[in-house]
């Protein structure tokens, strides 16, 4: 079992910054990536931004790429997403998440096997 806990969230203004932590404990040897996640009211859950617990390769999905930067550290078992130049359509429930399998597509939330229980981010216009 993997468990993990997400810190950060808040409300922002357009254009500022905000950092979300994650921070794994547990089985973390088995885990082989961690991503990012958002879910608004009404819609589906969307891929943000992944990296590999090993390599350390990344990858973002198009809105936020240039503005987010998805981090690891191994020693802490963190990760963490540094959110810059936010717009009010990042306003979203992020979510922490871990998978333990050795393929895996990056944007699957079905792929991956624990979540955090979210973080409230607002960005107001």
């Known amino acids: 079992q993997v468990q993990l806990v997400e810190s950060g969230g808040g409300l922002v203004q357009e254009g500022g910054s905000l950092r979300l932590s994650c921070e794994a404990s547990?089985?973390?040897?088995?885990?082989?990536?961690m991503a990012w996640f958002r879910q608004t009211p009404g819609k589906v859950r969307e891929f943000v931004a992944g990296?590999?617990?090993?390599?350390?390769?990344?990858k973002y999905a198009d809105p936020v790429k240039g503005r987010f930067t998805i981090s690891k550290d191994n020693v802490k078992n963190t990760v963490s997403l540094q959110m810059n130049f936010l717009k009010p359509e990042d306003t979203a429930v992020y979510y922490c998440?871990?998978?333990?399998?050795?393929?895996?597509?990056?944007?699957?939330?079905?792929?991956?096997?624990?979540w955090g229980q979210g973080t409230q981010v607002t960005v107001s216009s």
């Open positions: 998440a871990a998978v333990t399998k050795i393929l895996y597509t990056w944007f699957r939330g079905e792929d991956y096997d624990y």
């Open positions: 547990g089985r973390t040897s088995s885990t082989y990536g």
């Open positions: 990296i590999r617990w090993n390599t350390g390769s990344t």
